[in-house]
């Protein structure tokens, strides 16, 4: 198996739940509505409404907030790339893979003026060989076109195989499968109890990037 290495972004390289809980502070605030409000919040987007522009439609009403969705929803993206960071020792993990011969890519779903602007700020842009993003390329995961177009940026065939690393199981587990790739799946307890064809299970990508260096 070549040694091609996808991952996903959010929560995967970087902890959108941490920096997502400080926008929820920095919106309560700006918005002076209160400690109550960032709990509200936090519930609301662990209650599943990753869509933003849904979640905004019922922060929106919920707060009787002026701003249209569409504004607020543009906010919220313009800010997350300052908010977001990749832990040193992810960047450090992800260097030794490129020294030691393998190709590393980020596939990663969401608009292109958040999640580019996530993969600049915090450096990943150069600290991979390649990103596919489904609001640039056209194509969501878990459908496996946008696999097959991280691996082509890599230089590489998906049809040679490789790892998919990412949280969340339909999108990078049951999508790297399909893709056929070995995968990683990162836990954060936000799927209890679901079953998955995994091939490892760890809590922090730090785990994941060991069993890759594991691999040569």
Same mark, same amino acid.
């Given at each position: 198996?070549?040694?091609?290495?996808?991952?996903?972004?959010?929560?995967?390289?970087?902890?959108?739940?941490?920096?997502?809980?400080?926008?929820? #502070?920095?919106?309560?605030?700006?918005?002076?509505?209160?400690?109550?409000?960032?709990?509200?919040?936090?519930?609301?987007?662990?209650?599943?409404?990753?869509?933003? =522009?849904?979640?905004?439609?019922?922060?929106?009403?919920?707060?009787?907030?002026?701003?249209?969705?569409?504004?607020?929803?543009?906010?919220?993206?313009?800010?997350?790339?300052?908010?977001?960071?990749?832990?040193? =020792?992810?960047?450090?993990?992800?260097?030794?893979?490129?020294?030691? #011969?393998?190709?590393?890519? %980020?596939?990663?779903?969401?608009? @292109?003026?958040?999640?580019?602007?996530?993969?600049?700020?915090? #450096?990943?842009?150069?600290?991979?060989?390649?990103?596919?993003?489904?609001?640039?390329?056209?194509?969501?995961? @878990?459908? %496996?076109?946008?696999?097959?177009?991280?691996?082509?940026?890599?230089?590489?065939?998906?049809?040679?195989? #490789?790892?998919?690393?990412?949280?969340?199981?339909?999108?990078?587990?049951?999508?790297?499968?399909?893709?056929?790739?070995?995968?990683?799946?990162?836990?954060?307890?936000?799927? @209890?109890?679901?079953?998955?064809?995994?091939?490892?299970?760890?809590?922090?990508?730090?785990?994941?990037?060991?069993?890759?260096?594991? =691999?040569?």
């Amino acid at each position: 198996m070549q040694r091609l290495a996808l991952f996903d972004l959010d929560n995967t390289l970087v902890n959108l739940n941490e920096a997502f809980q400080v926008w929820a #502070g920095e919106f309560a605030g700006e918005h002076d509505l209160g400690r109550e409000a960032v709990d509200w919040l936090i519930a609301l987007d662990q209650a599943g409404y990753p869509h933003r =522009e849904v979640f905004f439609s019922k922060a929106r009403d919920y707060f009787a907030l002026p701003e249209p969705v569409d504004e607020l929803w543009s906010r919220y993206r313009q800010r997350m790339p300052y908010l977001v960071h990749c832990r040193p =020792e992810v960047m450090d993990g992800l260097s030794r893979l490129r020294a030691s #011969g393998w190709k590393v890519a %980020i596939v990663t779903n969401g608009t @292109p003026d958040n999640q580019l602007g996530k993969i600049q700020r915090t #450096g990943l842009a150069e600290a991979v060989d390649a990103y596919a993003l489904s609001g640039v390329d056209g194509i969501r995961k @878990p459908n %496996i076109g946008l696999f097959e177009v991280a691996a082509k940026r890599c230089g590489v065939v998906l049809a040679d195989g #490789g790892w998919m690393v990412g949280d969340h199981l339909v999108a990078d587990i049951g999508g790297g499968c399909a893709a056929g790739l070995r995968t990683i799946w990162v836990d954060r307890g936000t799927w @209890p109890d679901h079953d998955h064809d995994a091939d490892h299970v760890v809590t922090d990508v730090l785990q994941a990037l060991e069993i890759l260096h594991a =691999e040569q």
